[in-house]
């Protein structure tokens, strides 16, 4: 039963998602070793608490999940889970784990380590932005109230079986136990860390973390212990932070740096592509995105309904899509294009000054008033943010422009109060999983408006709550369509309250070194960006 299941869930999105790099061509080789570059530092190495996405690739080759995507696709396959079943009324989970499989410091994993990974992403003490993902799993209300620092719904009969018991039933369920804050970890490591596992993580993935120089490298070295066999194909990784994308660029040209992992910079994008190198550099395609602006519905005044939609009459994306070389469309909802649920009918709110000025007047902001946006630093982000800093001034709104390393504008998102505006760019939506649920609970939901989370509008619509749980509830395959279709109207209707200003999708355009050979050994994931597990250097 839970083949067929399992097939429907993944059949939308399979028809809708084409993998940005196509399976390789070629028989990869073991050995080699890449350097990437990014310009801001890392944070934290922790799977329950990393949340960027910089971090997420890095925090993904390091773990194992219950489940995992194969590479470059949204085709969900068994991970540190041998087998699993559901049962018909899709309220009960059974995984049957891997037997051998080990973490790094030696300890063979059991069902154990599964239940204390999710507990310790949902317990509040962790201070995690992924617990609104179990929201499903009995007895979650009890340990995020503080009532347990357990799960009643997460069973381990033995050493190798893992149970879940859902309060209701859930169609992303095997989603949610693919992604990062699923990984499992060792609690014994966790505990001599002391607050510091993100950085002396231990985990099952396909790499060892075996140096790092805060502000300056990273160094990966293959897992030979991974139970895949021959997985990864690389010996090695190398993550070199603070370099500026135009020198990472310029070093990945004389043959420094294998991978520029902030992209290609919009001034430098013509040029590399009309090179004569240009078609084996860039690697280029679609993903699930969105660029938004957030609106903090607790900061005036941003709590009138009728300046939020003030704000996005205003905004010119055209104009920023020209900044981007036209490597993104407007947007003009939540759900980006490919995400099943999109309503190609609507159409948001037009670029329309006079209207957004008149709207401000009827809010009693005639004369406009003063703010604070927040951005990225990194290039484009700050000019991007200046653009959107010159439409608010077309209608009166005086905003100071705040470009920081992003560490610092996500924990600016994540505290009640601080951040009026938050322009999305260099950390916008990309989906943790391909289903239209995943742009909802943790940037829209009230599960994501808490401290440390990622509901930055600090929006929460009980009503929208309640639709958003029945539409996941509709977990048998015969209800899909229903389902998208309530997703749709979600977000739709959400517009009417105007969190966010939906500003861009924008393709994701990575540039590599001549050395990686061609594009169809760098794979970049729909979900999120960079799967080094499959990566290979031609030889």
């Not at 299941?5 to 196509?22: C, E, F």
């Not at 995400?339 to 037009?350: C, E, I, N, Q, W």
């Amino acid at each position: 039963m839970f083949k067929r299941w399992l097939r429907h869930t993944t059949m939308a999105t399979m028809v809708a998602l084409a993998p940005i790099a196509a399976k390789a061509q070629e028989t990869p080789k073991q050995g080699g070793d890449i350097v990437v570059t990014y310009k801001d530092d890392i944070t934290t190495l922790d799977p329950q608490i990393g949340y960027d996405w910089v971090n997420w690739s890095m925090i993904k080759s390091l773990y194992s999940r219950l489940m995992d995507y194969e590479p470059g696709t949204p085709n969900l396959v068994p991970s540190l889970a041998e087998s699993f079943a559901v049962s018909p009324d899709g309220l009960t989970y059974t995984f049957k784990l891997r037997k051998g499989v080990k973490f790094t410091n030696g300890r063979e994993i059991v069902a154990s380590d599964v239940k204390y990974s999710i507990e310790r992403a949902v317990n509040p003490k962790t201070q995690g932005p992924g617990a609104g993902f179990f929201g499903a799993i009995q007895g979650f209300d009890d340990e995020t109230g503080g009532k347990s620092e357990t799960l009643s719904g997460i069973e381990t009969p033995d050493d190798g079986t893992v149970v879940f018991h859902l309060s209701r039933p859930d169609a992303t369920f095997l989603h949610v136990l693919a992604i990062n804050f699923a990984s499992v970890v060792p609690k014994e490591a966790v505990e001599a860390a002391g607050g510091d596992f993100g950085k002396k993580p231990v985990g099952s993935g396909t790499f060892v973390l075996k140096d790092w120089t805060i502000g300056q490298k990273l160094v990966f070295e293959r897992n030979r212990d991974y139970f895949v066999k021959n997985m990864p194909y690389l010996d090695s990784f190398t993550v070199e932070v603070g370099q500026e994308p135009l020198v990472a660029l310029l070093r990945l040209q004389k043959g420094e740096v294998d991978i520029a992992g902030d992209g290609i910079p919009p001034a430098k994008f013509l040029e590399i592509k009309n090179s004569a190198d240009g078609a084996q550099m860039i690697v280029d395609g679609e993903q699930l995105h969105t660029g938004y602006i957030t609106l903090n519905t607790k900061v005036k005044p941003f709590d009138n309904v009728k300046v939020r939609q003030a704000i996005n009459m205003a905004i010119n994306k055209d104009r920023i899509v020209r900044i981007l070389n036209g490597r993104a469309t407007p947007a003009n909802q939540p759900l980006p294009p490919l995400m099943p649920g999109y309503d190609k009918s609507f159409t948001g709110y037009a670029y329309d000054v006079a209207k957004a000025k008149a709207l401000l007047a009827e809010a009693g902001f005639a004369d406009g008033f003063e703010t604070v946006l927040y951005s990225t630093n990194t290039d484009p982000q700050p000019r991007i943010a200046q653009a959107i800093q010159q439409d608010l001034a077309a209608i009166g709104v005086k905003a100071e422009v705040r470009a920081l390393a992003q560490a610092n504008v996500i924990a600016a998102g994540g505290t009640e109060g601080e951040a009026p505006m938050i322009w999305s760019g260099g950390m916008a939506w990309i989906a943790d999983f391909p289903d239209p649920s995943n742009f909802y609970g943790p940037i829209l939901g009230c599960a994501g408006a808490v401290q440390g989370g990622w509901n930055w509008s600090w929006y929460c619509n009980a009503d929208l709550d309640k639709r958003a749980v029945a539409a996941d509830s509709m977990s048998d395959p015969a209800k899909s369509a229903e389902r998208i279709a309530a997703w749709g109207k979600v977000f739709t209707d959400i517009m009417a309250d105007a969190p966010w200003v939906p500003v861009i999708n924008e393709r994701r355009v990575v540039a590599k070194s001549l050395r990686m050979g061609g594009a169809d050994n760098i794979y970049i994931d729909p979900t999120r960006v960079i799967n080094y597990d499959a990566i290979y250097v031609k030889q």
